[in-house]
């Protein structure tokens, strides 16, 4: 029979984890026991929050242990059950770790996946933790209105790009921040942005005065570095900032410094608000709806960029924090 | 008759105005016209936030123009009135400048004071804008539930102490920040705070990690220093932070900086907010009647510092920030 093929963290990283902290190695596929069920992966995603869980620093899960599977998101089909609930054939998402062979007892099964009609490789992006976190961050948290300006970072990544189409479907200006000129062409041209900004390309801060004349209602920062400086510079009155990744800081220990916010939060009586989109668990089912409906009216786009094996894993996590991934970034288990 | 003595704004600070900046001077007494008002005040505020109305900065009101009256909180009673709705006799707390004679077309009063068994001064403090700002800021703002921690700065402050106090009384554990023996004494004794931490005496990481073992729940902010830093580095999930002062930045030219707070809001999924009490203006009553009650009822206690005459008002602003008052600073208009 088949081997289980895993992605193991081997030593521990400070930072963004690099290839050599990662070792590729198979295990024999394990039997489902009692109350449990095997789940064959077909896509591995590749997360900025497994930054911070292959580190040794609080967060909102335990740091992965030494010598254990990468905690990381996946997307298979059920081949073997001994669970109630989960049936052979059934499709499922969750955190499966990266292995192409995950025994469960249902516990980290994000959803079944039940729109065939889509892409399976969505159920972890559009239709998965990016899109529920851009859905929520933006809806929930920003509640924006007509016509307020909406600014995003990483505004053609998984996350961003899908703040921006659903802020534009709100009737609201949106202002895409983006690393270069092929992602700001994307920004405009696939994902609808009203301006797309080029921080790599001169002065962000002379382009953001220029694109937000009337200052920053809502900013979806994915960044945390000068990027965000910029915005908050520029807060309009009761403004709402989500803090959904801090993509622009390497290390987080010692914290890094940067210029104090306080005064711009109180003068503008601004809201900034940590998102985790674990959170909203009981309303995934409303976002996954909204977001395939979306996608097949075709309001909603989404780019991926899909890594080939196992053997691409180990650098798959740095690739996000150095920016040379366009779109959703994934890893297809079974090399072509 | 009497004169106007008023203290102007004589050149422009960068950052806490001190007596330099200020020239005391008398006037003749303007006569009401038809729709106006004549308030003899009799106390003038001294409140934070005249250090950003001097400051030639973007705020929430446009700065205060050289050889000008400082603008300023005051109370008096109207001496003089062709207003229909103010009548010779009524006391009325206002934004009257720091001048002992102000007209008025009733547009900057905050409203006419009616608790006649309280001090008159009250109007100002603790009835007044420190008093309202508490209350909302923590009532409104941070939401505060039974057995949460609040952690309170500038704790034995105008506002700190007013926000200390009802914490404790809507059942929170009580964590206050002050400098000196003195006001931690007063936290303790007077404001009933659970925990009182003399910021001056050493290891406020250490004490902070002593006196909060689950988390800080809320953070009542009039700091925004290293004060707020070691707060923002213990937050439990879900905190609710107010940034309602930076006492501890003297000057905002450029920016200060700082350690950055994404990565702990993010991870608390905290929610940072900023506090201007003005926002409160159609729920005023509503505070000023519980607040009362809680006076009368002994529930709520308050400290005045009261300086002596005009003479003092150039001075005042800098005290604030040097930590030099106990209690709510005030300046009676006619010296003893």
Redo the contacts between chains.
């Keep these: 029979m088949s081997r289980n093929t895993r992605v193991v963290l081997s030593s521990r990283p400070k930072g963004v984890p690099t290839p050599e902290h990662f070792r590729v190695e198979e295990a024999e596929v394990p039997e489902p026991g009692e109350g449990q069920f095997l789940v064959r992966n077909r896509y591995w995603s590749v997360d900025p929050t497994q930054r911070g869980w292959a580190n040794d620093a609080?967060?909102?899960l335990p740091p992965v242990a030494i010598d254990e599977v990468m905690r990381g998101f996946a997307v298979g089909e059920i081949v073997a059950s001994r669970h109630p609930d989960y049936a052979e054939g059934d499709v499922v998402s969750g955190l499966f770790g990266w292995q192409s062979h995950a025994l469960s007892d249902g516990s980290n099964v994000t959803r079944k996946v039940l729109e065939g009609d889509m892409p399976l490789s969505y159920a972890l992006g559009i239709l998965g933790l990016n899109g529920v976190t851009a859905y929520f961050g933006l809806l929930d948290l920003c509640d924006p209105q007509p016509g307020e300006t909406v600014v995003v970072s990483t505004a053609a990544g998984a996350v961003g790009s899908a703040v921006g189409q659903i802020a534009r479907m709100k009737g609201c200006r949106t202002v895409g921040v983006a690393g270069g000129p092929d992602k700001t062409a994307l920004c405009r041209e696939k994902f609808g942005y009203d301006i797309a900004i080029d921080y790599k390309a001169g002065d962000i801060d002379a382009a953001l005065t220029e694109a937000c004349p009337d200052g920053v209602d809502c900013y979806f920062?994915n960044t945390?570095g000068p990027i965000?400086d910029a915005v908050m510079?520029r807060l309009a009155l009761r403004a709402r900032i989500v803090?959904?990744?801090?993509a622009a800081?390497t290390d987080?220990d010692p914290?890094?410094?940067?210029?104090?916010?306080?005064?711009q939060?109180?003068?503008?009586?601004?809201?900034?608000?940590?998102?985790?989109a674990f959170?909203y668990k009981h309303r995934w089912e409303e976002a996954v709806a909204d977001l395939t409906g979306w996608l097949r009216d075709g309001k909603l786009a989404a780019n991926e960029h899909i890594l080939d094996g196992p053997s691409a894993a180990p650098g798959a996590i740095e690739m996000l924090y150095t920016g040379q991934n366009t779109g959703k970034l994934l890893i297809k288990v079974d090399a072509d």
Aim: glycine share 8%; net charge positive; with cysteine.
């Design positions: 609080p967060n909102y920062d945390c965000s510079a803090v959904c990744g801090t800081i987080w914290t890094p410094m940067g210029p104090r916010v306080h005064r939060i109180l003068v503008a009586r601004a809201r900034m608000m940590g998102l985790i959170d």
